[in-house]
């Protein structure tokens, strides 16, 4: 569905007709004609799903989102997650539990937020619970004029385009995500350094799991560091997942978000990896994430 208006329905939220322009031919779109910190209609909200299912990662830009307007936007795709805590084991902004900090900025030398200002490797959002978001929306509030890109990739194409010997080596196994570090490689608190991946904590995902709502298989990796392919010897996982992660290194049709203040940017967890590249220490980022909750990945 591109650029298809709704018809309104509602005296306090009137359906708008939105536009949605593909970014890639494999992934993303841009939806413009929106403003969300507006009460929204159900037929806006139902089109803006069915164009961030289609295209698995949206952008809105131009946004002006207060903490609360981007918390009530969220909501329209469900139930929010609350944030991982941060590194002194509160959370990251006081009387919003829901709100994670991506951020590089310090304040009397501590951290305002998590992840820095280093490369962030290819992951998918919070794959080291049981239950894993459907959905992760980021917004932009101070970003860098050079680095910080979001990179994202399609994994049910990756799957598509994988070689038949190696999905007939993963077809029906599971995975261990590990839970101890983030995906700037910090050790999270209350976890201790990872010797042997096989005991790592973390949960258990298939392999190849099927989309609730689309239908659609995807490779689902969570992120390399310290995972295990349950049922395997170690060199033997190592060996597998090697070769799994080299296969998604090479693919090509990716898209990178270059933040501009005021960008919200939706994705589909399910469905995609995304990646952060690295960028000056001195230059200030500063974005909002939440996550809606979701259920347990099925094969």
């Not at 200002?117 to 959905?135: K, L, R």
């Not at 005991?199 to 689902?220: C, K």
Request: hydrophobic letters at 40%.
């Amino acid at each position: 569905m591109d650029q298809q208006p709704v018809p309104s329905t509602s005296a306090e939220a009137h359906a708008v007709p939105i536009t949605v322009t593909p970014l890639s031919r494999a992934i993303g779109a841009d939806i413009s004609g929106v403003d969300l910190s507006q009460p929204l209609h159900p037929d806006t909200v139902a089109a803006i799903r069915e164009a961030w299912l289609d295209h698995m990662v949206v952008r809105f830009r131009g946004q002006q989102l207060s903490r609360d307007q981007l918390l009530a936007f969220s909501r329209h795709f469900g139930k929010l997650d609350r944030a991982p805590i941060n590194t002194r084991g509160r959370n990251w902004i006081d009387g919003y539990p829901e709100l994670a900090v991506m951020s590089n900025i310090k304040v009397d030398g501590e951290p305002v937020g998590s992840l820095g200002f280093g490369e962030a490797v290819w992951h998918t959002d919070m794959s080291y619970q049981d239950i894993t978001p459907s959905a992760a929306l980021l917004y932009g509030i101070e970003v860098t004029t050079e680095g910080g890109e979001t990179g994202f990739m399609n994994m049910a194409l990756a799957l598509a385009n994988m070689p038949a010997d190696l999905r007939a080596q993963i077809e029906g196994r599971s995975i261990k995500h590990d839970a101890s570090y983030n995906s700037a490689g910090q050790l999270r608190k209350g976890f201790q350094p990872v010797t042997d991946p096989s005991v790592s904590p973390g949960a258990v995902h298939p392999a190849i799991i099927r989309h609730p709502e689309t239908g659609q298989q995807a490779l689902f990796l969570g992120r390399r560091p310290n995972a295990y392919v349950i049922g395997l010897p170690v060199p033997e996982s190592e060996a597998l997942l090697d070769r799994l992660w080299a296969h998604c290194h090479a693919q090509t049709d990716l898209w990178y978000q270059k933040w501009q203040v005021g960008d919200l940017v939706m994705w589909d967890n399910r469905c995609t990896m995304h990646r952060r590249t690295a960028f000056d220490e001195s230059a200030r980022r500063y974005l909002l994430r939440t996550t809606v909750v979701s259920g347990r990945p099925a094969a």
